[in-house]
């Protein structure tokens, strides 16, 4: 579905992806692991549109995207997580995902202005469909509440719940179980699987091991933005590099 | 103005406050000058409610990340636009009025084509350099009448009204031009509410509160900044064609960076979180405190420039952000 | 063809006042990212201090030249600490700084024109003569200012390049968080940019004042001087030497050959002109200071 083909993103002088091939196919659960630094946000910025690649290409659904801009690339139809909690804040968690909704609109935009009664029904229509989706997360209770005031991790499924509402064929997932528990992290869990269930296909970076082993088809471990690893689970879990390049860090941890 | 109720009717009660609140206060509006005879009052309030605009079509544009500092340069094209087709072609005024608008829109969509996709920085530079050229063709070339300006502006032409006679537009009376500021006034900020509760409105406030999550969510930051400049420009057009047949006489001087720095000023003493009250509250006080206090032309700029840092550092969402603190301890939490 | 020499030196010495100018800009843009709409004023002091310290005291004009540019150093830096160090470390850094140095300009210009009134001055020659230079003269009062431009430039490039606090307020300007690991007080170096900037800026006015008209109405220069820099591109110190003496020759030129106004009007016009082909300016846009 997603096809990166020796992509490569210089910052100045260094290169945060290299040459990198990869494939997600429908339907799948990816995982994005390696240590930090390793390229896999700058991949994802790159792929969703915000950053133009220096060089290679990235095919969606065989055709370039490249070159397209991040909102195009959401028309097309694959939606990301942002990293840090990139929400608006000044708004309610129902405005949140109603914004979400915005690229879907077919009425036309002059009578969107005028306020016409078909474009306010469209827009009606939308609210009860955010509101399914937060019904969806299980996060409907806390639909009027302000997304600055909600916990961490409610924050993360909040973006989740976001880029769902774009309707997308390829979600990207930064992170989504950073900083929470272990009740929290569970249920995210069982949030991906249920989204990989309604037929969309997921990229999924995180550092805990536990939510990658559990939930991924296949895995691919970067390190210095090129692929050192591709496999199950079971094959990457035993591979000596993949080790070797987190431990690695740990090394230099334990000498510092 | 019955046509237009039915936009600002929903089916929430707070709506219909807010509604009957409008009316009251346009009637207060409507029936001011009749209590407030002094005709320098009736100017000073005409002003107001021009910079009140102004204010808010400055706002409409930072909102969506458009710090435009040439604000005054369109609120001239529009003068002297509506001041050349009256004059020098001999339309009818209530005809100049609305083609001076369009004419604005359509510089500014050629204009904002080129400096909107520079980004926040470029687009806050070049709408400067834009704001001080525009000063300096008006004031170099002839055709503009130079730094002299254009004198002697038609007023427009009177506007019959049933059974009560006609609407007189002279040198003599200021109070039709009351009339006709407070008409078009209302008329944008209609336009401007229709648009904030669009979906316009709903992109302009996502790009304003990140912009980079609402290019991911799939709004076109580009189309909808560029929409915000032309629509803002060309209601600072509108303005300022009103302007010149009130006032009949333009001085490039008048339409330069200074004007747009105080027209920035009405907008951040409100509350660039009011966009349509906070500028009227900005304008109102900008106008008459300096009036009451009795500073002169010559102190105004320090005046003013003092309370910019003030403001920046003390109340950085301005009079009305001072509301929150209010609201915030009667919410039970 | 002597006239085009004429020409070309006084290009010249224009060029290089706006190169300080740049410079100065550049630093406080690059290294404290403040958009500085304030800075033409400080070049309006200096010029006005030396006219100040000269004619009614009597003031010799290299004492004056001192105090002219310590005198804009020391209110930027008191500028600084009163309103724009607040302002730093917010959110909306960028903008809400803008907002305060228009009302500094709007503030600064006034109080001019409230004190010295609306008529430009001169100041007497400082030191009399001609000298001949190929069959040419040039005052030497102009070539004074050349020579001092020139070494302050030296000496600005050397601050840069070669002392600690050069150092200190390049890496800031690259990453201040990264700057503050290795120790650096961020917060001084901000100060200590808007000092040195200032202090061009009155050297750049005091300098050019026995050569040139002095004006209440010499702070809108600002709008050239960011034009120049984003010709030569934000934060690079070569584009502002480069562009900073192309408007020195346009404007010489410009100025024999049409009225100022028309001048200017063709400078304007050559800047959008290079920036539509090159968005980033002569050397690029790095919005940090780059010394390449």
Same mark, same amino acid.
């Given at each position: 579905?997603?096809?990166a083909?020796?992509l490569?993103?210089?910052f100045?002088?260094?290169?945060?992806?290299?040459e990198?091939?990869l494939r997600v196919?429908?339907?799948?659960?990816?995982?994005?692991?390696?240590?930090?630094?390793?390229?896999?946000?700058?991949?994802f910025?790159?792929?969703s549109?915000?950053f133009?690649?220096?060089?290679?290409?990235?095919l969606?659904?065989?055709?370039?995207?490249?070159?397209?801009?991040?909102?195009?690339?959401?028309?097309?139809?694959?939606s990301?997580t942002?990293?840090?909690?990139?929400?608006f804040?000044?708004?309610?968690v129902?405005?949140?995902?109603?914004?979400?909704?915005h690229?879907?609109?077919?009425?036309?935009?002059?009578? +969107?202005?005028?306020?016409?009664?078909?474009?306010? %029904?469209e827009? $009606? /229509?939308?609210?009860q469909?955010a509101?399914?989706?937060? !019904?969806?997360?299980?996060?409907?209770?806390?639909?009027e509440?302000?997304?600055?005031?909600?916990?961490?991790?409610?924050?993360?499924?909040?973006?989740?719940?976001m880029?769902?509402?774009?309707?997308?064929?390829?979600?990207?997932l930064?992170?989504?179980?950073?900083?929470?528990?272990?009740t929290?992290?569970?249920?995210v869990?069982?949030?991906i699987?249920?989204?990989?269930?309604?037929?969309?296909t997921?990229i999924l970076?995180?550092?805990?091991?536990?939510?990658v082993?559990?939930?991924?088809? +296949?895995?691919?471990?970067?390190?210095?933005g090129? %692929?050192?690893? $591709? /496999?199950?689970?079971?094959?990457?879990?035993?591979?000596? !590099?993949?080790?070797?390049?987190?431990?690695g860090k740990?090394?230099?941890?334990n000498a510092? | 103005?019955?046509?237009?109720?039915?936009?600002?009717?929903?089916?929430?009660?707070?709506?219909?406050?807010?509604?009957?609140?409008?009316?009251?206060?346009?009637?207060?509006?409507a029936?001011?000058?009749?209590?407030?005879?002094n005709?320098?009052?009736?100017?000073?309030?005409?002003m107001?409610?021009?910079?009140?605009?102004?204010?808010?079509?400055?706002?409409?544009?930072?909102r969506?990340?458009?710090?435009?500092?040439?604000?005054?340069?369109?609120?001239?094209?529009?003068?002297?636009?509506?001041?050349?087709l009256?004059m020098k072609l001999?339309l009818?005024?209530w005809?100049?009025l609305?083609?001076a608008?369009?004419?604005?829109?359509?510089i500014?969509?050629?204009?904002?084509?080129?400096?909107?996709k520079?980004?926040?920085?470029g687009?806050?530079?070049?709408?400067?350099?834009?704001g001080f050229?525009i000063?300096?063709?008006?004031?170099?070339?002839?055709?503009?009448?130079?730094?002299?300006?254009?004198?002697?502006?038609?007023?427009?032409?009177?506007?019959p009204?049933?059974f009560?006679?006609?609407?007189?537009?002279?040198?003599?009376?200021?109070?039709?031009?009351?009339?006709?500021?407070?008409?078009?006034?209302l008329?944008?900020?209609?336009?401007?509410t229709?648009?904030?509760?669009?979906?316009?409105?709903?992109?302009?406030?996502?790009?304003?509160l990140?912009?980079h999550?609402a290019?991911?969510l799939?709004?076109n930051?580009?189309n909808?900044r560029?929409?915000?400049?032309?629509?803002?420009?060309?209601?600072?057009g509108l303005m300022?064609?009103?302007?010149?047949?009130?006032?009949g006489?333009?001085?490039?001087g008048?339409?330069?960076?200074?004007?747009t720095?105080?027209?920035?000023v009405?907008?951040?003493?409100?509350g660039?979180?009011?966009?349509?009250?906070?500028?009227?509250i900005?304008?109102?006080i900008?106008?008459?405190v300096?009036?009451?206090?009795?500073?002169?032309e010559?102190v105004e700029?320090?005046?003013?420039?003092?309370?910019?840092i003030?403001?920046?550092?003390?109340?950085?969402?301005?009079?009305?952000g001072?509301?929150?603190?209010w609201?915030?301890r009667?919410?039970?939490? | 063809?002597?006239?085009?020499?004429?020409?070309?030196?006084?290009?010249?010495?224009m060029?290089l006042?706006?190169?300080?100018?740049a410079?100065?800009?550049?630093?406080?843009i690059?290294?404290?990212?403040i958009?500085f709409i304030a800075?033409?004023?400080?070049?309006?002091?200096?010029?006005?201090?030396?006219?100040?310290?000269?004619?009614?005291?009597?003031?010799?004009?290299?004492?004056?030249?001192?105090?002219?540019?310590?005198?804009?150093?020391?209110l930027?830096?008191?500028?600084?600490?009163?309103?724009?160090?607040y302002?730093?470390?917010?959110?909306?850094?960028?903008?809400?700084n803008?907002?305060?140095?228009?009302?500094?300009?709007?503030?600064?210009?006034?109080?001019?024109?409230?004190?010295?009134?609306t008529?430009?001055?001169?100041?007497p020659?400082?030191?009399?003569?001609?000298?001949n230079?190929?069959?040419i003269?040039i005052?030497?009062e102009?070539?004074?200012l050349?020579?001092?431009?020139l070494?302050?430039?030296?000496?600005?490039?050397?601050?840069?390049?070669?002392?600690?606090?050069?150092?200190a307020?390049?890496?800031v300007?690259f990453?201040p968080d990264?700057?503050?690991?290795?120790?650096?007080n961020?917060n001084?170096?901000?100060?200590g940019t808007?000092?040195?900037?200032?202090?061009?800026?009155?050297?750049?006015?005091?300098?050019?004042a026995?050569?040139?008209?002095?004006?209440p109405?010499?702070?809108?220069?600002?709008?050239?001087?960011?034009?120049?820099?984003m010709l030569?591109?934000?934060?690079?110190?070569?584009?502002?030497?480069?562009?900073?003496?192309?408007?020195?020759?346009?404007?010489?030129?410009?100025q024999?050959?049409f009225?100022?106004g028309?001048?200017?009007?063709?400078?304007?016009?050559?800047?959008?002109?290079?920036?539509?082909?090159?968005p980033?300016?002569?050397?690029?846009?790095?919005?940090q200071?780059?010394?390449?």
């Open positions: 579905m997603l096809e083909i020796k490569t993103k210089y100045g002088g260094l290169a945060a992806v290299n990198l091939n196919n429908q339907g799948e659960i990816l995982g994005l692991i390696g240590p930090n630094g390793a390229g896999k946000t700058t991949f910025n790159v792929v549109g915000f133009p690649p220096t060089n290679g290409r990235v969606f659904e065989g055709k370039d995207i490249s070159q397209l801009k991040a909102h195009d690339i959401a028309y097309r139809g694959i990301r942002f990293q840090a909690s990139t929400l804040m000044k708004l309610s129902l405005d949140n995902v109603f914004t979400g909704y690229k879907s609109y077919r009425t036309r935009f002059l009578k +969107r202005v005028l306020h016409t009664p078909s474009a306010r %029904k827009e $009606e /229509g939308f609210r469909k509101l399914e989706t937060l !019904e969806f997360m299980g996060m409907a209770s806390l639909k509440e302000l997304a600055a005031n909600l916990p961490h991790g409610y924050q993360r499924t909040l973006g989740i719940a880029a769902l509402a774009t309707n997308p064929k390829l979600l990207l930064d992170e989504p179980a950073t900083g929470m528990n272990l929290e992290k569970n249920a869990i069982d949030l699987r249920r989204i990989r269930d309604m037929g969309i997921i970076v995180e550092h805990d091991m536990k939510v082993m559990d939930l991924c088809d +296949r895995i691919i471990v970067l390190n210095f090129q %692929k050192i690893a $591709e /496999g199950l689970p079971e094959e990457i879990k035993s591979n000596r !590099e993949v080790v070797e390049a987190y431990l740990e090394e230099s941890k510092a | 103005m019955v046509k237009h109720n039915r936009y600002l009717f929903n089916r929430t009660s707070m709506r219909i406050h807010k509604f009957i609140y409008a009316i009251i206060v346009i009637i207060i509006l029936l001011l000058p009749q209590v407030v005879r005709p320098y009052y009736i100017h000073l309030l005409i107001v409610g021009i910079n009140a605009v102004l204010a808010m079509t400055f706002i409409l544009m930072l969506t990340g458009l710090m435009c500092l040439g604000i005054a340069a369109f609120w001239g094209i529009g003068a002297y636009a509506s001041a050349m009256s001999g009818p005024v005809l100049s609305p083609a608008a369009v004419i604005t829109a359509i500014a969509a050629f204009i904002g084509v080129l400096l909107v520079q980004g926040g920085f687009f806050i530079i070049q709408t400067l350099a834009f050229i000063v300096l063709i008006f004031g170099t070339f002839q055709v503009f009448g130079g730094h002299v300006g254009i004198v002697g502006i038609s007023h427009p032409e009177s506007i009204i049933p009560v006679g006609s609407m007189e537009f002279t040198s003599i009376s200021k109070m039709p031009f009351y009339y006709l500021m407070l008409f078009l006034s008329l944008m900020v209609l336009v401007l229709a648009f904030y509760s669009s979906t316009a409105g709903r992109a302009w406030r996502a790009i304003g990140s912009a999550l290019e991911s799939g709004i930051l580009f909808y560029l929409l915000a400049f032309i629509i803002a420009s060309a209601i600072a300022g064609s009103f302007f010149a047949h009130y006032y006489t333009l001085v490039p008048s339409f330069g960076p200074f004007k720095i105080n027209v920035h009405y907008a951040i003493l409100g660039i979180n009011f966009p349509i009250l906070g500028p009227v900005g304008s109102l900008m106008t008459f300096p009036e009451f206090l009795r500073i002169t010559g700029p320090i005046f003013t420039g003092i309370l910019m003030l403001l920046v550092l003390c109340l950085p969402d301005g009079l009305l001072l509301t929150h603190l609201q915030r009667s919410k039970p939490s | 063809m002597s006239i085009l020499i004429q020409l070309i030196v006084d290009g010249l010495a060029g006042v706006y190169v300080l100018l410079s100065g800009f550049n630093l406080i690059g290294i404290s990212r958009l800075y033409g004023e400080f070049y309006m002091l200096g010029a006005w201090i030396i006219w100040g310290l000269m004619i009614p005291l009597k003031v010799p004009f290299f004492f004056a030249l001192v105090v002219a540019t310590i005198a804009p150093a020391i930027g830096a008191i500028v600084y600490q009163v309103i724009f160090r302002i730093q470390f917010k959110e909306q850094q960028f903008l809400t803008i907002v305060a140095a228009m009302g500094l300009m709007m503030l600064m210009a006034q109080a001019t024109l409230f004190i010295v009134g008529e430009s001055r001169g100041i020659s400082v030191i009399r003569g001609m000298v230079v190929g069959g003269r005052s030497y102009k070539v004074m050349i020579g001092l431009t070494g302050v430039i030296i000496g600005l490039h050397l601050l840069l390049q070669k002392t600690k606090i050069g150092r307020m390049r890496a300007s990453n990264v700057a503050a690991l290795q120790a650096v961020a001084l170096v901000y100060l808007m000092a040195v900037g200032c202090a061009l800026a009155g050297f750049a006015g005091g300098v050019m026995p050569v040139f008209a002095i004006s109405k010499m702070g809108g220069v600002t709008l050239l001087i960011i034009l120049v820099v030569g591109g934000v934060g690079s110190m070569p584009g502002a030497i480069l562009s900073g003496l192309i408007l020195g020759q346009i404007l010489s030129f410009g024999y050959f009225e100022s028309v001048a200017q009007i063709i400078f304007f016009a050559a800047i959008a002109i290079i920036l539509f082909f090159k980033g300016g002569l050397f690029g846009q790095a919005q200071i780059s010394l390449q």
